[in-house]
T-cell receptor
Framework: AQSVSQHNHHVILSEAASLELGCNYS??????LFWYVQYPGQHLQLLLK??????LVKGIKGFEAEFIKSKFSFNLRKPSVQWSDTAEYFC??????????FGKGTKLSVKP | DAGVIQSPRHEVTEMGQEVTLRCKPI?????LFWYRQTMMRGLELLIY????????DSGMPEDRFSAKMPNASFSTLKIQPSEPRDSAVYFC???????????FGPGTRLTVL
């Protein structure tokens, strides 16, 4: 069955530190991948998505993700985090039936 | 566009009562999804619709849960009877295309006492 794995449950960083959140997907067909962010008390919002083309995807707020097909990975990165990046981050993959499968999420806490 | 609209935003009820959650998707979006989010299980897909037709309800936990989409602009998720373990945040999302970006509503925080 398709699944999305996020390696870290909770990441704690200081401001200005670099961020990398891991995500592995399982589906071997046409790949559509997403990163969503959920700020405290809010709903999920799209950060970035990959459908095809350049495997390095730029998103909002300085986030980027790299699609590495050989590793089934789609890790999220940001060179320098801010306190306002404190949130939960969800990786998702398009399922063969058309809906999305979400990972369990990674909580990011940024210390000022 | 106002985005996906959900009501109520908060619901507190007693065990055994019927609960109805409502969702208005973004106009023109053909796909509607209902999710449940808890600390223990994360974000779970309950059911989704395409053009008002339920496509996959395998995530619906049990017969106490039902969902309908009588028209393109309205969907309900009903729990009858409700139980304390149903306490969660329920999100509705819509999407214009299959496998595309989903736009989430603000969620309904349900507490069953």
């Amino acid at each position: 069955a398709q699944s999305v794995s996020q390696h870290n449950h909770h990441v704690i960083l200081s401001e200005a530190a670099s961020l990398e959140l891991g995500c592995n997907y399982s589906y071997g067909g046409t790949v559509n991948l997403f990163w969503y962010v959920q700020y405290p008390g809010q709903h999920l919002q799209l950060l970035l998505k990959y459908f095809s083309g350049d495997p390095l995807v730029k998103g909002i707020k300085g986030f980027e993700a790299e699609f590495i097909k050989s590793k089934f990975s789609f890790n999220l990165r940001k060179p320098s985090v801010q306190w306002s990046d404190t949130a939960e981050y969800f990786c998702a993959e398009r399922r063969s039936q058309g809906n999305l499968i979400f990972g369990k999420g990674t909580k990011l806490s940024v210390k000022p | 566009d106002a985005g996906v609209i959900q009501s109520p935003r908060h619901e507190v009820t007693e065990m055994g009562q019927e609960v109805t959650l409502r969702c208005k998707p973004i106009s023109g979006h053909d796909y509607l999804f209902w999710y449940r989010q808890t600390m223990m299980r994360g974000l779970e897909l309950l059911i989704y619709f395409n053009n008002n037709v339920p496509i996959d309800d395998s995530g619906m936990p049990e017969d106490r849960f039902s969902a309908k989409m009588p028209n393109a602009s309205f969907s309900t998720l009903k729990i009858q009877p409700s139980e304390p373990r149903d306490s969660a945040v329920y999100f509705c999302a819509s999407s214009p295309i299959s496998g595309g970006e989903q736009f989430f509503g603000p969620g309904t925080r349900l507490t069953v006492l």
